[in-house]
């Protein structure tokens, strides 16, 4: 098996992999070099792909174990680790920086989704990397973050989220604002915004404008990546040291349609 090329999409981060068909089987040698370059490049785009759900789900198994996703509802009823990501049935872009699940005490370690039907224009995903967010903050900012730590919930003017689905998964899990990624060792920013409904120690109406502050200075064009989706395309995003958001700029007639898998994690620390 030839070994693919990954190509860097900026100076700072992000990979284009090149000569990989993930219905294929896929050497340990190559899911190594996959790997690394997912910690690498912290965002990774694998072209032209042609895969039904399971192949998905099977070549996506490579790089992890599939968990779960919270909204039952929309996962393929023939691929239950496969969860539409859809703009109709009361789902709108994420168009706010996140990152996934933060509800599960074991968030995912990776979202990886899979164009299946885009706008004639726009849809892209934006994705920032949060070793440079961390970095981005004043010294000031940092030394208050250090330890705090973050209440999260399921959005709860979501219409997206069944009853059934916050029976299941809306408990106010904590993380810490600051984690060390359990394989690279680097500390990265982690939240999401609209899932962290508290911080400890905090006043509940001062933690949005307090985290869209952290935003303000942690995220700037240097570390963030835009792609704009092809038809094939499958995005990998390390959820442990990134943050990503859907641009809701298309005309919301349009169906826009993306396939995702999230892989499990370990707890954050
Ligand atoms: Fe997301």
Redesign the pocket.
């Known amino acids: 098996m030839a070994h693919p090329s990954i190509n860097p999409l900026s100076e700072t981060f992000g990979a284009e992999v090149i000569g990989l068909d993930l219905r294929q089987p896929i050497t340990a040698e190559i899911i190594g070099l996959l790997n690394q370059a997912l910690l690498d490049n912290v965002v990774l785009v694998i072209r032209n792909q042609d895969l039904t759900a399971q192949e998905f789900r099977d070549g996506m198994a490579n790089f992890g174990e599939p968990m779960l996703q919270h909204r039952a509802h929309f996962r393929l009823p023939e691929c239950p680790d496969v969860s539409r ?1 859809v703009n109709r049935e009361n789902m709108r872009p ?1 168009s706010m920086w ?3 699940h933060t509800n599960h005490q074991r968030p995912p370690k990776a ?1 990886i989704l899979y164009a299946r039907k885009l706008p004639a224009s726009g849809g892209d995903t934006c994705f920032a990397n949060m070793y440079d967010g961390l970095e981005n903050l004043s010294g000031g900012t940092r030394a208050r973050i250090e330890n705090m730590i973050t209440i999260n919930d399921m959005e709860p003017d979501s219409p997206s989220y069944s009853d059934q689905d916050r029976a299941a998964y809306d408990q106010g899990v904590r993380h810490p604002m600051v984690r060390t990624h359990p394989e690279t060792g680097k500390k990265a920013l982690y939240f999401h915004l609209t899932k962290a409904m508290g911080i400890e120690g905090m006043e509940t109406r001062a933690v949005r404008p307090f985290l869209e502050g952290l935003l303000d200075q942690a995220i700037k064009p240097k570390n963030t990546l835009r792609h704009h989706w092809t038809l094939g395309d499958v995005v990998i995003c390390d959820n442990r040291c990134a943050m ?3 641009d809701p700029n298309f005309d919301q007639a349009e169906e826009r349609l993306l396939w ?1 898998i999230i892989l499990k994690g370990d707890r954050p620390v």
């Open positions: 990501i994420a996140h990152t996934d979202t990503h958001r859907a995702r």
